[in-house]
């Protein structure tokens, strides 16, 4: 075809459809039209980007709790999804706890443990072996899932060995217990998490000691070695030991940074506690030490006689005879104070007098005898002392402190660094002296040194803006809606604007130009749209002119024209 009458053919006027025609003939309805189409896509956007976050409902979870649970999450209507590799189960955010509470009303997720529910469903005529049975696997159900609420057990199992009881003393035995962990992958337990299991476990069975106890975890280490060390120090020990020293520490720094500035001091504690509990109790006697002052706890006397009785004795010419003079007088010495010497004891004092014997009277010519007995009990001093000393004392404090040079102004301007007199040690040694409690008679220690800090010793410079975590989560969230924003705008401007101007603009009338002495061929002139009915029909009046001068002019090229849109069209 040629290039005139690809001329003519673009000068032709083409038909408009009339869903255009209508466009046209109401401007604003492609302008709602577009208007609807941005905000509907502005709000699209939004909906994907306030999109609900996902969080862990239950995880690790074994397949039959697995099914029931989705199947309950399928009946509340709650949308769920797996996390990548399927070990947890998640659902929003904000449903998580009302998925829990209505999933635990329902008995779910019933685990790979039971508990003493297992007692609920106990049949008639169970054998007391059974319920025994039961009983333990309760019980080992319960303490697993006590221990799999710490944060870093994934699960854990509990096997007891519970002898059975015997009436012999001898024959008991002392019930034991063994742990096995599985923690979550990345994580630790610490030695006080594992002190915290055994005393669970140990409390929670009788007569059962925390040394019959083994922690294992799922590589096979023994964790429950650490518990038993020969000093027989927890971890609580530990930790009050270095509460004590960090206390220390703060005292001496506090005190010492108002006359030296904040990071010119460092102090250091050592402290040596006792933790052994020691219980004394003394009782002591004393003898009375003032003569006279004895208290008296008990006095008993006796007196007997026998007087004007007839003769006794051996038969014969001797005892018919009056006793002999006496050759002394009968006479009692009076007794001696308490205290002096030759005095009795002080716990107890005998008097016995023998005023007469067998065939003695003290009047003549009389015949009988007489005795009194007299017994006096004293008390004595006695001092009883009971004194417990509890754990935690401080046996002995070594205590370091290092003062870093002070600065002082140079002749060019410079800081310079210059030793503390030692009128200045001397005051800062007596302030740590104070502010620990220094005693001589426990034995404690401390020393001051006075030296340069090095270079980089000071704390660390904070962080920029730029890269402080708070900063940095607030960019994010701004970026978000930012990033929105444009790509609304990028929309507007490069979709929806061209589209509305291209649709909104009537076609323009092109004028083809032969080109048959430079050979270029027609290039169609597109003047500016007409604004009225009467300029759109004038232009069309032009076109119809201008094709039947073209049709009487080329008939052969009309022709041929016609030609090529019937098969056009029949195509």
Known sequence: MSTAALGAEAALPKATPQWLEQLRANPRLPMMIGASAA???????????????????????????????????????????????????????????????????????????????????????TSQFAEQVNYQRALEGELARSINSISAVESARVHLALPKPSLFVRDQKKPSASVVLSLHRGRSIDEGQVSAIVHLISSSVPELSAKSITVVDQAGNLLSAANAGTRGLDVSQLKYTQEIEQGYIRRIEAILQPILGAGNVHAQVAADIDFSVVENTDEKYRPN????????????????????????????????QPPPDPVAPITTPAPAKAGTPGAPAAGQLKM???????????RAGATGNSRKDVTTNYEVDRSIRH???????????????VVNYRGT????????????TAAELEQIKNLARQAMGFSTERGDSLNVVNSPFA??????????VWRQPENIEIAKSSGKYLLLGLLALYLWLAVFRPLLRKHLQPPAATAAQAGGETGTGAQADQPAPARTQEERDQKYQADVLYAQELAAKEPAMVAMLIKHWTEKNAG
Do not use: C, H
């Open 39 to 125: 905000v509907a896509a502005i709000a699209a956007l939004w909906l994907w980007s306030r999109a609900p976050d996902y969080g862990v409902l239950y995880s690790n979870l074994s397949d039959r709790d697995g099914g029931a649970i989705i199947a309950s999450l399928q009946q509340m209507n709650i949308p769920y999804k797996f996390a990548e590799g399927g070990g947890a189960l998640l659902v929003a955010a904000n449903k998580v706890p009302e998925a829990r509470l209505r999933l635990a009303s329902q008995g779910l997720p019933k685990g790979g443990t039971v508990g003493f529910e297992l007692m609920d469903a106990q049949k008639f005529g």
């Open 289 to 320: 030490q003032e003569p006279g002052s004895a208290a008296i706890r008990s006095q008993q006397s006796s007196e007997s006689g026998q007087s004007g009785g007839a003769a006794s004795g051996v038969p014969g010419a001797l005892t018919n």
């Open 352 to 362: 016995s007098a023998e005023l007469g014997s067998a065939g003695t009277s003290p």
């Open 387 to 401: 004194t417990q000393q509890g754990a935690g004392g401080i046996k002995r404090l070594s205590v370091a402190v």
């Open 409 to 420: 102004a140079g002749g060019t301007g410079k800081q310079a660094a210059q030793a503390l």
């Open 455 to 464: 270079a980089g010793a000071a704390d660390a410079p904070d962080l920029p």
